[in-house]
């Protein structure tokens, strides 16, 4: 079933079979069909978890014209009993950077019961520009309890909201007991703000790095060089190339993202 007709699409929305209107909702979206939103909006209260969490998906694409409908029609998912749905309703708000929503993620961060969740509200809040997040981030960070992946989305997001006037915090930081993945995340999070020897500091640990570390580290500086304005992260970093090419060898699956990193 492909490429079918916007119209057809559109009807799989109104019909009660959940094949067809997931069907419809990665259709929609590849498409990228806006008018399709309001559509979309009533599979919001579906009874089923899936068609739930991929309606609130879509409307993070599609929702972009309708903002001020989409977002309050978002916002009743942050409760819903999946965390599926609301790791997806959470993304799809800062996809729309709907920043009523800034207060309730803040919560959801501290408080909800899934890592899936909070990972998802430190990425977004990263989103929505608000640097008063940075205080619930900064205890999301640091805090012993909390799911290392969580820790890792609330560094990168200080990162993104932070200015050059956190620079000593973050050194204090990466001087204290952290899992090493956050400490990787934290020197990314330094380097965007400022501190262009920590690129050198990233690089080196990759070239140390264990599979599974090159991959979060690899991920780390795509992320960085995806982002405007784009940094020159081989000239903070003259080993970069080398030591990229020999995480290709090394790892073969990584080839062609260690690659991308150095095009231009």
């Known amino acids: 079933m492909n490429n079918l007709k916007t119209?057809?699409?559109?009807?799989y929305c109104d019909s009660d079979d959940y094949a067809l209107q997931t069907e419809a909702l990665i259709q929609l979206v590849d498409a990228e069909v806006y008018a399709?939103?309001?559509?979309?909006?009533?599979?919001?209260?579906?009874?089923?978890?899936?068609?739930?969490?991929h309606a609130a998906e879509a409307?993070?694409?599609?929702?972009s014209e309708e903002v001020e409908t989409v977002g309050p029609a978002l916002m009743p998912l942050l409760k819903d009993t999946e965390k599926l749905v609301r790791s997806e309703a959470v993304e799809a708000l800062g996809e729309l950077d709907y920043t009523p929503a800034i207060a309730p993620i803040e919560h959801i961060l501290r408080n909800d019961p899934s890592?899936?969740?909070?990972?998802?509200?430190a990425e977004t809040l990263g989103y929505l520009g608000e640097p008063k997040s940075i205080k619930i981030l900064d205890i999301s960070l640091l805090d012993p309890n909390e799911d290392e992946a969580v820790r890792c989305y609330a560094a990168n997001a200080i990162g993104i909201?932070?200015?050059?006037?956190?620079?000593?915090?973050l050194e204090k930081y990466l001087n204290s007991e952290l899992p090493?993945?956050?400490k990787a995340e934290l020197l990314g999070a330094r380097y965007w703000l400022?501190?262009?020897e920590d690129m050198a500091k990233l690089v080196d640990l990759l070239d140390r790095a264990d599979e599974?570390?090159?991959?979060?580290?690899?991920?780390?500086?795509?992320d960085l060089k995806e982002r405007e304005p784009t940094p020159n992260l081989a000239k903070d970093a003259p080993e970069l190339g080398k030591i990229l090419s020999a995480i290709a060898l090394r790892f073969p699956l990584m080839r062609y993202q260690a690659e991308s990193i150095l095009k231009d």
Do not use: M
């Open 59 to 63: 409307l993070g694409y599609l929702g």
């Open 7 to 11: 119209e057809t699409l559109l009807d």
């Open 194 to 196: 400022g501190a262009k």
């Open 36 to 53: 399709a939103a309001p559509k979309i909006l009533r599979l919001l209260n579906s009874p089923d978890e899936l068609i739930r969490s």
């Open 212 to 222: 599974d570390f090159a991959q979060h580290i690899l991920t780390i500086l795509t």
């Open 161 to 169: 909201l932070g200015t050059s006037q956190l620079l000593p915090k």
């Open 115 to 121: 890592a899936l969740v909070r990972a998802s509200a």
């Open 180 to 182: 090493l993945s956050v």
